[in-house]
């Protein structure tokens, strides 16, 4: 299967899989948005950083990057709707939350990419 095909067939599940997840989140425990938002985005990065270790330690095959990094991946998370209810946040007078989900998705994704690479051995 071609690279093109491979993104395609991990976008078509990492979409829905990111509305299920978020949904769930926000209902199940309650939460403003920004919260199912943080969710999926914190999963997406935890498996990205287990498929770039993974891929960087094994460089064949390399279906793995383009099928779950690149289309799954690049499905489930979202810097749209990140930046939309950041944004958001703040045009309603809650600038304390927007700089806290900021924060957030980004000290948490990034910890839990590298810790998906040092668990693969790619760090």
Do not use: E, K, Y
Not at 22 to 47: F, H, K, M
Not at 48 to 69: R, Y
Not at 85 to 106: D, E, I, P
């Amino acid at each position: 299967m071609n690279g093109v095909a491979l993104v395609m067939l991990g976008g078509a599940l990492g979409a829905p899989c990111r509305f299920w997840v978020d949904t769930a989140v926000v209902r199940a425990l309650d939460r403003p948005l920004w919260v199912g938002t943080l969710v999926v985005n914190v999963i997406g990065c935890l498996v990205l950083g287990l498929v770039t270790g993974w891929t960087l330690t094994h460089p064949d095959p390399s279906w793995p990057a383009a099928f779950i990094g690149t289309g799954f991946c690049g499905a489930l998370t979202t810097f749209s709707t990140f930046s939309v209810q950041a944004w958001n946040l703040v045009a309603s007078g809650r600038q304390r939350t927007a700089v806290m989900a900021v924060a957030a998705n980004t000290a948490i994704g990034g910890a839990v990419a590298v810790l998906g690479m040092v668990v693969t051995g790619g760090w």
